[in-house]
């Protein structure tokens, strides 16, 4: 079983618990929130070689899709233009996003133990 850095506290103080919530949201789901959204939107950019445009539509398409109510969609869709701006105008360079990271561990651990993460994005600064 592979587990997240950010669920390891919570797998750690009550496993059966954990298990039982990871069971019960198995199936391809991914994490349901606006912040959540908005990020893969950002990713979208990146992997769109920086198309706005392309990147705006999936944030609003996967909104629509996942909530009811849409107050929030317009705050999301700014906040997305605004990373972009900022991005730019600070004369970042995109190199890749969700990169795999993985951490050796010693060769007695190996079979038993993994570290491994993905970090967001990198990017040159210049």
């Known amino acids: 079983m592979r587990i997240s850095l950010s669920e ?28 959540a959204t908005l990020q893969r939107s950002v990713f979208r950019y990146h992997q769109s070689k920086g198309d706005l445009d392309d990147a705006r539509r999936y944030l609003q398409e996967s909104y629509e ?20 701006l900022e991005f730019n105008r600070q004369g970042n360079s995109f190199f890749k996003a969700r990169d795999r990271l993985v951490i050796p561990v010693p060769d007695e651990l190996a079979g038993q133990v993994s570290v491994t993460g993905q970090i967001p994005r990198l ?3 210049i």
């Open 8 to 35: 390891l506290e919570q797998a750690r103080r009550d496993p059966r618990a954990y298990v039982r919530q990871r069971e019960s949201r198995e199936g391809g789901f991914f994490f349901k929130s606006g912040y």
């Open 123 to 125: 990017v040159s600064y």
């Open 65 to 84: 899709r996942q909530f009811k109510h849409k107050q929030k969609l317009q705050g999301y869709v700014e906040q997305l233009e605004r990373y972009v």
